[in-house]
């Protein structure tokens, strides 16, 4: 495996974009130069998942490379089901570059669709379960989706009743599979892979071609569709194996959604990529998690902030450490340090470290390479890994000296072919093609990043700029608050102010006294106390464990209209 190569100096002259046409009907962003680099450096193999599944289906059939619930899917099984369903999608007309998407759990069948559709050439487009009528009514359209899976039941809610309301308003309308379901209005799944023939010569696929349209989460506004390649993926699994020393011997668990970017990444792509086997869970349970990382030897956890304190709590009751377990990774949302050295004390074989990245990027740092720097992975957000990262004022541009504050621009052969909507791409990129992240961050500890907080989180009071996140850490030190999120309220005194979403720990209360108090112990500047607290049972998130603090900022706002700030 190639080392990544090193940051690149911060002068560089503007980088040549084409805008190539996709058999997918979207127009890239291409960047030559970034291309021959990712293929002289071996991060871009210039293969399918598709190819790479005929590889290890000629090499060792038998492999157990899916491990779902009480089901142990070989690379046999899973390569047969593709065939099959593939041939389905050939039988129905579907052509290269179109469009099908899924709105499926951490489901063995999402892995099969992943790999049919890369075996026809068509693009996947995962739908996360949280989202409903409206976000399909744009996502579904938006896509262009020629066809639709979804499960017909799942966690209470309806999916096969939410697509016979919104199927019939959608003009043409997708086809609609229903996976583990009984058969009626819509096709079944487990009819397709009995009845069709399947496809024993996959098409010929462009592994630089659109593989994947996956939306933005949405935290700061409307959701984005981001474009990424068969090799873009393929890079970050490389890369990350590479930072971890990861092989065949190693077994992943991994409860972040398959339709969220590090699911797809860790359970549909990397176990064909590296031959890793995932344990895949649809539903987070701290208690039968724990026992499926026990039992599975799992050696590597990637999940948000949730599931590590799930594990961390389950260990400190119980005293069973997972001697197997030795990166946890952990993102998604705002990582307290404080989690990062409890994991360690209680794992005392793991590498917990915080993980930086995004859906247009795919994964940008790396944790530490020994426990003896986990610093580093509690108080960073990593070492920029196989990436290029510039830290620029917002304003002029100009690139900030190490330890200053700015926002974060990054390039690698991890980053997206761009945005659907051709649009988005206008601000979204600098002359030398890297891609502004919108995260506030500081260079330290020779390199790493230390994120901030958002762009859109800095609230300006009284013409003095605040992070958000600063004042969130310091909250979160409380033993009485469970959570915390800070986000710019209006004031007709200092323009913006500080309003605090607090979730509190079982039978804990606080006030803004106390607030104050907490804000001046961390050595903080007084004008950094929130001036109102809103009291929550739960914040608003996304399928990935992120706050929603757009909706945050309309809460504060509404608050501030009809009580005033500090009522």
């Known amino acids: 495996m190639p080392r990544p190569a090193d940051a690149p100096e911060t002068a560089c002259p503007p980088a040549i974009i084409e805008q190539r046409p996709d058999p997918s009907g979207w127009t890239v962003r291409w960047n030559p130069q970034q291309a021959a680099r990712a293929v002289a450096e071996g991060l871009w193999p210039g293969v399918t998942v598709a190819d790479l599944a005929a590889q290890r289906m000629a090499a060792e059939p038998e492999r157990i490379l899916i491990i779902d619930g009480d089901r142990r899917l070989t690379v046999r099984e899973l390569f047969e089901s593709a065939q099959r369903l593939a041939g389905y999608f050939v039988g129905a007309g579907l052509q290269v570059g179109e469009v099908i998407s899924f709105q ?50 799942f966690r209470g809610f309806d999916y096969a009743k939410m697509l016979r309301r919104v199927a019939p308003t959608l003009s043409p ?87 969220h970017v590090t699911g797809f990444l860790w359970v549909l792509n990397l176990p064909w990529l590296a031959g890793i086997t995932s344990v895949a869970v649809d539903v987070w349970e701290p208690w039968d998690s724990f026992r499926k990382l026990a039992e599975h030897r799992c050696s590597v956890m990637v999940g948000a902030t949730p599931f590590l304190q799930g594990v961390t709590q389950i260990v400190e009751e119980t005293g069973e450490t997972l001697p197997d377990l030795r990166h946890y990774i952990c993102g998604g949302a705002a990582v307290p340090p404080k989690l990062i050295y409890d994991a360690a004390r209680l794992l005392p074989n793991c590498i917990p470290w915080r993980t930086f990245g995004s859906t247009e990027t795919t994964t940008l740092t790396r944790g530490p390479a020994t426990r003896d720097d986990i610093r580093l992975g509690a108080e960073t957000d990593g070492l920029p890994w196989g990436v290029e990262v510039r830290v620029v004022d917002l304003v002029t541009g100009v690139d900030k000296a190490e330890g200053d504050e700015g926002e974060l621009l990054a390039r690698s052969p991890g980053l997206m072919l761009g945005y659907a909507d051709p649009a988005d791409n206008l601000a979204a990129f600098d002359a030398q093609g890297y891609f502004r992240m919108g995260d506030l961050v500081r260079l330290v500890d020779g390199g790493h990043i230390l994120c901030t907080g958002r762009a859109k989180d800095l609230i300006i009071r009284g013409g003095e700029n605040i992070s958000a996140k600063e004042i969130e850490d310091v909250l979160a030190l409380s033993p009485k608050i469970e959570e915390a999120a800070v986000v710019s309220m209006p004031s007709p005194r200092t323009g913006e102010a500080i309003c605090a979403f607090l979730v509190m720990r079982a039978g804990a209360r606080i006030d803004l006294p106390e607030v104050d108090a907490l804000v001046r112990e961390a050595g903080l500047a007084r004008q950094k106390t929130p001036e109102h607290l809103e009291l929550v049972d739960e914040l608003p998130k996304t399928a990935a464990g992120k706050v929603r603090k757009d909706l945050l900022r309309d809460a504060a706002a509404q608050i501030a209209a009809t009580r005033g700030v500090g009522g």
């Not at 099969?112 to 409206?134: C, E, K």
């Not at 409307?222 to 873009?232: D, E, F």
């Open 173 to 259: 309308a997708p086809k609609v599979v229903v996976v583990r379901g009984a058969p009626g209005e819509f096709l079944a799944f487990d009819d397709l892979l009995r009845c069709a023939d399947p496809l024993t010569t996959p098409r010929k696929v462009d592994a630089d071609s659109v593989k994947l349209v996956m939306y933005t989460s949405g935290t700061t506004g409307r959701p984005k569709a981001v474009l990424h390649s068969h090799n873009t993926i393929h890079s970050d699994g490389l890369r990350m194996c590479a930072a971890m020393g990861l092989n065949e011997r190693d077994v992943s668990f991994s409860a972040s959604p398959v339709t």
């Open 104 to 153: 499926l759990p951490n489901w063995w069948e999402a892995s099969v669709i992943n790999l049919a559709a890369a075996m026809t050439g068509l693009v996947v487009n995962p739908i996360v379960p949280i989202n409903r009528d409206g976000e399909l009514r744009h996502m579904l359209p938006n896509a262009r989706a020629k066809m639709m899976f979804v499960p017909e039941v």
